[in-house]
């Protein structure tokens, strides 16, 4: 069985800031991980994903996370945030054998003038 | 990735009746996905659809009530039947193209009085 966890239902930054989402995760298998967003009365779009390559994955709009096994954990970060990054993100796994998705239950990310 | 789109974007609807939501995509995909996202909370795997084969749900949702067609590798429908209030949410359907990441569409916004 797989799950996630994501360790803060609220985050507030100043623009500007470094924002961090957590997400700790588990797995039977090898996961596939992903982030994706939901912005006020849209569908999700993704931001980044893990399938088992570099650690430090990259993605859109200056967001990036970087894979932990040790901790099972894939930690979201960006530098410098941005008044269009409130949004609700969502931490999500994969097992791969299925093609199934398990979503953790939301960070909702404000961001302060 | 994929373009997805929805019909309708949004509707309220009478207890007892039934609604049909369309999910199209703009090239042919095998595997297709409903969810549901009941308020505030997150999203919930209702079944996979996939083309040639019965639709597969997760436990909690039945055929009777939430009914898929899958006619084609570019379409789909749902049908929420005999709606109630509880049944207010918002619906997305997703793909995943090559077997690795599922796109979504923007979802349908159901309001049951």
């Known amino acids: 069985a797989q799950s996630v966890t994501q360790l803060d239902s609220h985050v507030s930054v100043s623009e500007g800031t470094p924002v961090l989402l957590r997400c700790n995760y588990s797995?039977?298998?090898?996961?596939?991980l992903f982030w994706y967003v939901q912005h006020p009365n849209k569908g999700l779009q993704l931001l980044l994903k893990?399938?088992?390559?570099?650690?430090l994955v990259k993605g859109i709009n200056g967001f990036e996370a970087e894979f932990k096994k040790s901790e099972t954990s894939f930690h979201l970060t960006k530098p410098s945030a941005h008044m269009s990054d409130a949004a609700e993100y969502f931490c999500?796994?994969?097992?791969?054998?299925?093609?199934?998705?398990?979503f953790g239950a939301g960070t909702t990310v404000t961001v302060r003038a | 990735s994929a373009v997805i789109s929805q019909k309708p974007s949004r509707d309220i609807c009478q207890r007892g009746t039934s609604l049909t939501i369309q999910c199209q995509v703009d090239s042919q995909v095998t595997m297709m996905f409903w969810y549901r996202q009941q308020p505030g909370q997150s999203l919930t795997l209702i079944a996979t659809?996939?083309?040639?084969?019965?639709?597969?749900?997760e436990s909690g949702f039945v055929i009777d009530k939430f009914p898929i067609s899958r006619p084609n590798l570019t379409f789909s429908t749902l049908t929420v039947s005999n709606m109630s209030p509880e049944d207010s949410s918002i619906y997305l359907c997703s793909v995943d193209p090559a077997g690795e990441t599922q796109y979504f569409g923007p979802g349908t916004r159901l309001l049951v009085l």
């Open positions: 893990y399938t088992s390559a570099a650690t």
């Open positions: 797995s039977s298998y090898s996961p596939s």
């Open positions: 999500v796994v994969s097992d791969q054998s299925d093609y199934k998705l398990s």
């Open positions: 659809a996939n083309q040639g084969s019965e639709a597969t749900y």
